[in-house]
């Protein structure tokens, strides 16, 4: 087995989830990422872990074959709950066979099925989780990257010397824990304010999210003022979604548009109230992502860009007495932020053209 893999396994196991004897281990994970699959079996199976393999989360072709199938009418499986419930630790595994498996079912569908998962999804957060990627051909492909070459990719981002990268974050949380306000100037297409008063800011170090590589937090829900060009593109739901313009007054997207697959966006937004709302704002940092794949999960983490998510907030970036934003959904889209760019705190330049205030080659 690729050295890597194992390497790989054991950060998830023991940076990212801090497994332990006797825990109850869920992998959810397609049959292409078989190899870290045995070898976190492996590492599982050294510390006395209880290991249990699924592929409910990333089995697309199973979950296509269902929703199209459905009437759209869903309900909660108990029987899926229960079993989060009697878990400790829950680890996801991004990689599959086709990555626009489910482009063919009904965003309104897709929506549905989506809400009545929800509770699912939220006794997966109160686990000991983490979501990482395997760098199967597909996913090379739709980075237009070789096989190896992706995987030299993904390991470059995956491996390394998470207390480093979370020293480097470290500064960037400084500056906005205390903060009130934040704005997000970006060309002359994006021009954002958002107050961030009393929410944490959070330093994603691999722990969650793996690789991670980005401070995050919170923005109050009724406070975002003005809009975004979001000029890197996203798949959702299978379909690739490109140049999304949000619009924003007292904290809803008033109106919105998209230049591909623009009905999927508006199904996002309909989804439930929370959807029109921005429910986190993330600063990406990890400069070992150096270039766009058409993955999220390293995508929003890039240096030189800012992301933010429509939908669900994370509760630990809520500040005691403020307001989550609750949702369904939770849908990140990124701004570049490498030149005619800034973003300020309480009205201070701490980032130009994607080059920080504490680091060299910042101008003011």
Same mark, same amino acid.
């Given at each position: 087995?690729?050295?890597?893999?194992?390497?790989?396994?054991?950060?998830?196991?023991?940076?990212?989830?801090?497994?332990?004897?006797?825990?109850?281990?869920?992998?959810?994970?397609?049959?292409?990422?078989?190899?870290?699959?045995?070898?976190?079996?492996?590492?599982?199976?050294?510390?006395?872990?209880?290991?249990?393999?699924?592929?409910?989360?990333?089995?697309?072709?199973?979950?296509?074959?269902?929703?199209?199938?459905?009437?759209?009418?869903?309900?909660?499986?108990?029987?899926?709950?229960?079993?989060?419930?009697?878990?400790?630790?829950?680890?996801?595994?991004?990689?599959?066979?086709?990555?626009?498996?489910?482009?063919?079912?009904?965003?309104?569908?897709?929506?549905?099925?989506?809400?009545?998962?929800?509770?699912?999804?939220?006794?997966?957060?109160?686990?000991?989780?983490?979501?990482?990627?395997?760098?199967?051909?597909?996913?090379?492909?739709?980075?237009?990257?070789?096989?190896?070459?992706?995987?030299?990719?993904?390991?470059?981002?995956?491996?390394?010397?998470?207390?480093?990268?979370?020293?480097?974050?470290?500064?960037?949380?400084?500056?906005?824990?205390?903060?009130?306000?934040?704005?997000?100037?970006?060309?002359?297409?994006?021009?954002?304010?958002?107050?961030?008063?009393?929410?944490?800011?959070?330093?994603?170090?691999?722990?969650?999210?793996?690789?991670?590589?980005?401070?995050?937090?919170?923005?109050?829900?009724?406070?975002?003022?003005?809009?975004?060009?979001?000029?890197?593109?996203?798949?959702?739901?299978?379909?690739?979604?490109?140049?999304?313009? @949000?619009?924003?007054?007292? &904290? *809803? +997207? /008033?109106?919105?548009?998209?230049?591909?697959?623009? %009905?999927?966006?508006? !199904?996002?937004?309909?989804?439930?109230?929370?959807?029109?709302?921005?429910?986190?704002?993330?600063?990406?940092?990890?400069?070992?992502?150096?270039?766009?794949?058409?993955?999220?999960?390293?995508?929003?983490?890039?240096?030189?860009?800012?992301?933010?998510?429509?939908?669900?907030?994370?509760?630990?970036?809520?500040?005691?007495?403020?307001?989550?934003?609750?949702?369904?959904?939770?849908?990140?889209?990124?701004?570049?932020?490498?030149?005619?760019? @800034?973003?300020?705190?309480? &009205? *201070? +330049? /701490?980032?130009?053209?994607?080059?920080?205030?504490? %680091?060299?080659?910042? !101008?003011?």
């Amino acid at each position: 087995m690729d050295p890597r893999i194992r390497e790989h396994a054991e950060i998830i196991a023991n940076h990212s989830v801090d497994l332990q004897e006797g825990d109850t281990v869920i992998i959810d994970a397609h049959p292409v990422a078989e190899d870290l699959v045995v070898a976190l079996h492996e590492v599982i199976g050294e510390i006395g872990a209880n290991p249990l393999t699924t592929n409910q989360r990333t089995g697309a072709r199973q979950r296509r074959a269902y929703l199209r199938a459905g009437d759209d009418e869903y309900e909660t499986p108990a029987h899926e709950l229960a079993l989060i419930e009697e878990t400790d630790v829950y680890i996801a595994i991004r990689a599959g066979d086709n990555v626009t498996q489910t482009s063919d079912v009904d965003p309104e569908t897709s929506a549905a099925y989506q809400q009545a998962r929800q509770p699912i999804l939220e006794e997966r957060l109160s686990t000991r989780w983490c979501l990482t990627q395997f760098p199967a051909p597909a996913n090379a492909q739709l980075a237009e990257m070789s096989t190896a070459g992706y995987e030299e990719f993904v390991w470059d981002a995956v491996n390394k010397d998470w207390d480093d990268q979370r020293a480097h974050q470290a500064n960037m949380v400084e500056l906005m824990d205390p903060a009130s306000e934040i704005r997000i100037k970006s060309g002359e297409t994006t021009d954002v304010t958002m107050s961030i008063d009393g929410n944490p800011t959070r330093n994603d170090y691999g722990e969650h999210n793996l690789p991670g590589g980005e401070v995050f937090t919170a923005p109050v829900p009724d406070s975002v003022e003005g809009e975004v060009l979001f000029d890197m593109p996203l798949y959702h739901q299978g379909r690739e979604i490109t140049d999304v313009y @949000l619009e924003f007054e007292g &904290g *809803e +997207v /008033v109106s919105h548009s998209a230049a591909k697959n623009e %009905e999927t966006l508006t !199904e996002v937004l309909n989804t439930d109230d929370g959807a029109r709302r921005l429910g986190e704002l993330g600063i990406g940092m990890n400069r070992d992502i150096d270039q766009f794949t058409y993955n999220m999960l390293f995508d929003e983490k890039m240096g030189d860009t800012v992301h933010m998510a429509v939908g669900r907030a994370y509760d630990d970036t809520v500040g005691e007495g403020n307001e989550a934003n609750a949702s369904a959904v939770h849908v990140d889209m990124i701004v570049d932020m490498s030149e005619d760019s @800034l973003i300020e705190i309480d &009205g *201070e +330049v /701490v980032q130009r053209d994607g080059t920080f205030v504490f %680091e060299d080659g910042f !101008e003011q």
